[in-house]
């Protein structure tokens, strides 16, 4: 099993910045892609950006140029990926859920709420 725990949501003005981190435990070995989604009100859940463990990167149209995911495989006994998120728009609001996929499973994490409003 895998464990996923994100920090760092919140309230930003327009054209502020967050930055989401999330930390993968448990059986991490055999995690390849990590990556968020997220869910507003009213809408399906859609992916945000991805990354594989050889740093291949994925973004959706909507926030490429925008936010930058990365990942940090350094430490054996955890893995975390942070998604760092410039100049945000009131769309951007939603429940932002960390996931990793590992020997075909895909973990969730519990989300974290990114409130943009002046």
């Known amino acids: 099993q895998v464990q996923l725990m994100e920090s760092g949501g919140g309230l930003v003005q327009p054209g502020g910045s967050l930055r989401l981190s999330c930390a993968a435990s448990?059986?991490?070995?055999?995690?390849?892609?990590m990556g968020w989604y997220r869910q507003a009100p009213g809408k399906q859940r859609e992916l945000v950006a991805t990354?594989?463990?050889?740093?291949?990167?994925?973004?959706?149209t909507s926030v490429q140029g925008r936010f930058t995911i990365s990942r940090d495989n350094a430490d054996n006994a955890k893995k975390t990926a942070s998604l760092q998120m410039s100049s945000l728009k009131p769309e951007d609001t939603a429940v932002y859920y960390c996931?990793?996929?590992?020997?075909?499973?895909?973990?969730w994490g519990q989300g974290t709420q990114v409130t943009v409003s002046s």
């Open positions: 996931t990793a996929l590992s020997i075909s499973k895909q973990y």
């Open positions: 448990g059986s991490i070995f055999y995690i390849d892609r």
């Open positions: 990354i594989t463990s050889s740093g291949n990167t994925n973004y959706a």
